[in-house]
């Protein structure tokens, strides 16, 4: 199978041959890993039981995927990745906001993934061979993986999409087994462990729970989801169909490989730490299969993220090529992967960046759902090139080529929903304005909407089917004077 040589550019509709089971089987079968596995831990380790802990879990996710969702069908109507379609808002150079809120989520998913499917791989061949957990070790184990998630990512969508298929299948199966391998120790109890509840009482430890491990899987793919729906074709499958295939792999994706974290938490008595008491409570027949899963999971899951970074870092410089620009951001998702494993508490690092890019990233989907609902879908494709092009002007030009009032709103939110987040380790100052709970996504989505709405009130939009029959009018002009001039 060829590499893949597009980037960023707009996907011919010839091209757009994928469908909405496509879509469920990339956000499926990618996603059944211990990257978003160990996610499910996380409710355990913050001191909940586990009712409380499915219910968080269920609660944020279904809740996220509602809001993220419709961002599926931006890509649909411009062919093109969501933060190059975002310069429809934010302007063809403003759009970087979301180039960079994408190159962020997916670094440090794609450092997650590597980081705990190592760490399992190099547990179990602890167990099995009596390999030593020493440095070289890590470095070879994380070196592998980093290796096979490049190769995957470099040849781009097809073969990832080849490969989710297959591990939607072989995944859940192995998952299966894990059930089977785990039940007899399972427990609904809280971990005495844990040392209690992580922020003092239940439902701040709760929703710090159904954000962090919840509302975070969704929050995920805001700029994600593009990459897959721009090779499906409005023509051939409806919108509707789009979207219902977008929840259902949101939804599965990321409740199927989170609860079962969760059950198998409870079950190795996982409080502080997730990938040492998974193995150790595994009974040896499931030893092979946890090494495949931790291995082939993380190259599927990690893949795809590292295509996602390529495409991010292509769009901020148009002139590497995909394939160049995955390459790099692999050496510094690999760095990542060392700097996680050596410096950082798994449970801290993770609750910390996933609250914070929330924060960060909600606004950004605000403002760009609030822009397609605006123009009824209804872009001018070629216009969201003009940066790429080295160009200037178009529909999306704005000023200098960003919108003030986007690029301002999306900040005003980010502030607020960084100062009003709860980690581990900070306290925001708005936070006994909430009663000591992390409302840092609804106050920063809701910060970033009211204050787009209110600095574009009254204010005349770009219209993107305008642009498009001009230039199309234009061009016709272009080819009847040709014809008469030869004549």
């Known amino acids: 199978m060829p590499i893949e040589q597009r980037g960023v550019d707009t996907v011919p509709d010839e091209e757009r041959t994928s469908g909405p089971r496509d879509l469920v089987s990339i956000l499926l079968g990618s996603n059944l890993c211990l990257g978003v596995i160990i996610f499910g831990w996380l409710p355990a380790s913050f001191g909940l039981g586990w009712w409380a802990s499915v219910g968080a879990i269920v609660a944020g996710t279904l809740a996220g995927t509602v809001f993220t969702a419709p961002l599926a069908l931006v890509s649909l109507r411009t062919a093109t990745n969501l933060s190059t379609s975002s310069g429809a808002q934010f302007g063809v150079r403003g759009r970087l906001v979301g180039s960079v809120v994408g190159l962020l989520l997916a670094l440090g998913y794609t450092a997650l993934t590597v980081w705990i499917g190592g760490d399992v791989m190099l547990t179990v061949l602890g167990r099995l061979l009596g390999v030593p957990a020493d440095g070289v070790s890590y470095a070879l184990v994380y070196g592998v993986l980093a290796a096979a998630t490049v190769a995957g990512a470099v040849y781009g969508y097809r073969v990832l999409l080849a490969m989710s298929r297959v591990l939607a299948i072989g995944m859940t199966a192995l998952l299966l087994l894990g059930v089977l391998a785990y039940a007899p120790h399972f427990t609904t109890g809280a971990l005495p462990g844990a040392g209690g509840y992580l922020l003092g009482s239940f439902w701040p430890t709760w929703f710090l729970a159904a954000v962090a491990a919840g509302l975070s899987g969704p929050i995920a793919f805001i700029t994600l989801l593009g990459d897959y729906t721009r090779y499906i074709s409005p023509a051939r499958h409806s919108p509707r169909r789009v979207l219902h295939a977008t929840w259902l792999g949101l939804v599965l994706g990321l409740l199927v490989p989170q609860l079962f974290g969760t059950f198998t938490a409870y079950a190795a008595g996982a409080a502080t730490d997730y990938a040492g008491p998974l193995v150790a409570a595994s009974p040896g027949w499931y030893l092979v299969p946890l090494l495949l899963s931790a291995s ?60 914070l890019l929330t924060a960060v990233g909600t606004p950004w989907a605000v403002v760009t759902l609030i822009g397609f609902v605006r123009c009824r879908g209804v872009y001018d494709a070629d216009a969201l090139q003009v940066f790429n092009r080295r160009s200037r002007g178009g529909v999306y030009w704005y000023r200098a080529g960003w919108n003030v009032p986007a690029t301002v709103s999306w900040a005003l939110g980010a502030a607020v929903g960084l100062l009003a987040v709860s980690l581990p380790s900070y306290a925001g100052p708005l936070l006994p304005l909430t009663g000591g709970v992390d409302c840092s996504f609804l106050l920063s989505g809701l910060v970033g909407a009211v204050a787009y709405l209110l600095l574009t009130l009254g204010e005349e939009r770009p219209d993107g089917a305008r642009g498009t029959a001009r230039r199309a009018a234009t061009d016709q002009r272009t080819i009847d004077g040709l014809s008469r001039s030869s004549r």
């Open 296 to 355: 082939a999971g993380s190259v599927g899951n990690a893949g795809l993220m590292l295509y996602s970074m390529g495409l991010d870092l292509d769009a901020i410089l148009p002139r590497a090529s995909r394939a160049r620009a995955t390459c790099t951001v692999a050496v510094v998702a690999t760095v990542c992967v060392f700097a996680g494993h050596y410096l950082w508490n798994a449970q801290s690092a993770m609750t910390s960046f996933v609250l």
